[in-house]
């Protein structure tokens, strides 16, 4: 059981690229989410998926976009990176019953 | 806003030693989680506390909800080296968010 996957594990970017980040998982959750963590700030919320077919802000959208293809899948796109951007990010996903996220493995991002 | 603040926000101990981290929420939480992250990995759900005043014990580790259900704490009994990581709590966000996070505390822990 794979749980939670990520790609890629690490990438660097220059400012102004673009990049998509892609998150599928095989429990069959509804529920998806994209967390970045920086250094003293915990993890904090860019985006989530209730359901297929919906997507929501979360704390920290400005500079990204997301798509919920499918009930596995969930991407996370930035049109034009920032240095401000660099950051670890985590997709989540939560069972119906809504107890404890299973994380991916992470996505290392520095934008230079 | 709302804030989950953590205490504290790192620890040194020697191998054996108790450690305990602290939780407080700004509002009254329904529930609680608990995450472990080992250098480098991913948050891994550890337990959710619900009912006020609940303990829950997980072999070495015992987690509390206050009788206000806005503090929370999780105490390691004799650390070992593979204790080590961050440790998080969370509770169910308000304004529409789903979960809000705090900033961790980090163990170490000293052979």
């Known amino acids: 059981n794979a749980g939670v996957t990520q790609t890629p594990k690490f990438q660097v970017l220059k400012t102004g690229q673009s990049m998509t980040l892609q998150c599928a998982q095989d429990?069959?959750?509804?529920?998806m989410y994209w967390y970045r963590q920086d250094p003293g700030m915990g993890l904090r919320l860019i985006y989530y998926?209730?359901?297929?077919?919906?997507?929501d802000k979360g704390e920290v959208p400005n500079g990204y976009n997301v798509s919920r293809l499918n009930k596995r899948e969930f991407s996370l796109r930035l049109e034009s990176a920032a240095p401000s951007q660099t950051s670890v990010y985590f997709c989540?996903?939560?069972?119906?019953?809504?107890?404890?996220?299973?994380f991916g493995s992470g996505t290392r991002l520095t934008v230079v | 806003g709302q804030q989950v603040m953590q205490i504290p926000q790192y620890q040194h101990v020697q191998e054996g030693e108790d450690f305990t981290t602290y939780c407080n929420s700004s509002?009254?939480?329904?529930?609680i989680q608990w995450y472990k992250q080992r250098p480098g990995g991913h948050p891994v759900f550890l337990i959710q506390?619900?009912?006020?005043?609940e303990v829950k014990k997980q072999k070495r580790l015992t987690f509390q909800f206050g009788e206000a259900k806005k503090n929370s704490s999780l105490h390691i009994t004799a650390t070992q080296t593979t204790d080590v990581g961050t440790y998080f709590c969370?509770?169910?966000?308000?304004?529409?968010?789903?979960?809000?996070f705090g900033a961790g505390t980090r163990l170490f822990v000293k052979a």
């Open positions: 989540a996903s939560l069972p119906r019953q809504g107890i404890g996220y299973t």
């Open positions: 429990m069959n959750h509804n529920s």
């Open positions: 998926s209730a359901s297929e077919g919906t997507t």
């Open positions: 509002t009254t939480l329904s529930n």
């Open positions: 506390l619900v009912k006020s005043g």
């Open positions: 969370a509770g169910p966000g308000t304004g529409g968010f789903k979960t809000i």
